[in-house]
């Protein structure tokens, strides 16, 4: 029994092409209809790792599901349906270059840069004084280029975005009110549950009829970092590590195991163990940031599931 999926190769009835991302396969159907696959593959440091994660892709598919129904009163965004628990439908967008990366703490990558003596990041100041894990006195928006071959996603910063055209400047002036209008949403979203969002990223897209809207996954484990706010500050105080639910365990086992992706490094193995243990991860933040318990779907065949689940679907749905 294959009880992750990690690989696919539908053939879906007007099928025009399939991206494969490092976790997600998006099927473009006629031009009209994406069918984003939420994989259990699992990423860090740009690097897809080699075992996939039981539920991981139903979690993120759920998760995101459920945040962009809880925030599209504030931004419009581009998904449809959910016709299996991995899989989101949503309308064909054109992505902005640059995912928008908005940091309420000094945590992650903005902390290993300001360790290294750094004080701007994305051409945004950090001030003096922080320690790792610090809230910053407002939210800053640290943009990246997104990468089309895999490659690494790299800071770069507003003035550059601008001056390289990469995005106008009037459609960035949205992207930055839908990025913190969606960080405030967050931000209380967690705060009910218990949790502090710290950073997250998101996605935006043009429809064909020019509108921008949010696309991909929102406020998931992948996309997002999360402490538990109970005992924050004591443990702040007291200079130890936050408890947290984020994909940050996944990066801190691999640089204790001296891999960060760089070249002539290898990846840890990853036991039986290790793979569990992570799956188990994913599934206490989704019950923690859902508020509900999570249902495993029947992965007894994941492929033939999705298939048959896409394919009523696209039948009733196809012009």
Known sequence: MKSTITATAFNFPKQKNVYHGKVRDVYNINDELLVMIATDRLS????VLPKGIPYKGQILN????????????????????????????????????????????LAGHAAREYALGKRS???????????????????????????????????????????KGIVSEEDYLVLEQFTRALFQRGTSIAAASGLILVDTKYEFGKTKDGKIVLIDEIHTPDSSRYFYSEGYQERQNNGEEQKQLSK?????????????????????????????????????????????????????????????????????HLK
Not at 44 to 47: G, K, S, T
Request: with cysteine; aromatic share 8%.
């Open 248 to 316: 940050e365990f996944v990066r801190q086992w691999l640089i204790a195991n001296n891999f960060q992706g760089k070249e002539g490094q290898q990846i840890p193995d990853m036991t039986q163990e290790y793979v569990d243990s992570v799956s188990e991860r994913y599934i206490e933040l989704f019950e923690k940031i859902a508020g509900q318990e999570f249902v495993k779907a029947d992965i007894s065949n994941i492929n033939d599931r999705i298939e048959k689940n896409v394919l009523d679907y696209l039948e009733k």
């Open 121 to 163: 990041i994305c051409g945004v100041y950090m001030q003096e004084g922080l320690k790792e894990n610090d809230k910053f006195p407002e939210a800053i928006i640290t943009p990246s280029t997104k990468a089309d071959n895999g490659s690494h996603d790299e800071d770069i910063s507003r003035e550059e975005i601008l001056t």
């Open 44 to 47: 860090a440091f740009d690097v």
């Open 62 to 105: 759920q998760i995101a599901t459920k945040m962009m129904d809880l925030t599209k009163d504030i931004v419009p965004n581009w998904l449809i349906a959910t016709p299996d628990p991995n899989v989101a439908v949503g309308h064909l967008c054109e992505p902005f270059k640059v995912e928008m990366v908005i940091r309420g703490y």
